[in-house]
């Protein structure tokens, strides 16, 4: 059965950094890009950043940018999100989801989550001010 684990959430203190790890095990028919979302508590979840499998094109949320990367090893297929500089309103659980074909002509990145397929159970990261 094919799912997307996360990994590497945790309490982190203010100005702090963590890596999150999503691995896509199993049998994925094809992934055309892999994003990661979050949810905070009693919020909507928030588009964070977005990788194409492919080429490795990436765009991130602007709340985010200059903060945050995500990067992939399809060797591994693994997608990351490297966290620095965190703050105590980046405590949320942290969501990775997989789309697995190109649905918009035109479009490259897509933000919303029900534009993807398949999602993990997610990792909570808490970070103390």
């Known amino acids: 059965q094919a799912q997307l684990v996360e990994s590497g959430g945790g309490l982190v203190q203010a100005g702090g950094s963590l890596k999150l790890s999503c691995v896509a095990s199993?049998?994925?028919?094809?992934?055309?890009?892999m994003a990661w979302f979050r949810q905070a508590p009693g919020k909507e979840r928030e588009f964070l950043a977005t990788?194409?499998?492919?080429?490795?094109?990436?765009y991130l949320a602007d709340s985010v940018k200059g903060r945050f990367t995500i990067s992939r090893d399809n060797a591994k297929n693994t997608v990351y999100l490297q966290m620095n500089s965190l703050k105590h309103e980046d405590t949320a659980v942290y969501y990775c989801?997989?789309?697995?074909?190109?649905?918009?002509?035109?479009?490259?990145?897509?933000?919303?989550?029900?534009?993807?397929?398949?999602w993990g159970q997610g990792t909570r990261v808490t970070v103390s001010s």
């Open positions: 199993g049998h994925f028919t094809s992934t055309y890009a």
């Open positions: 990788i194409i499998w492919a080429d490795g094109g990436t």
């Open positions: 989801a997989i789309k697995r074909s190109r649905t918009h002509i035109g479009v490259n990145y897509y933000v919303y989550d029900y534009e993807y397929d398949n």
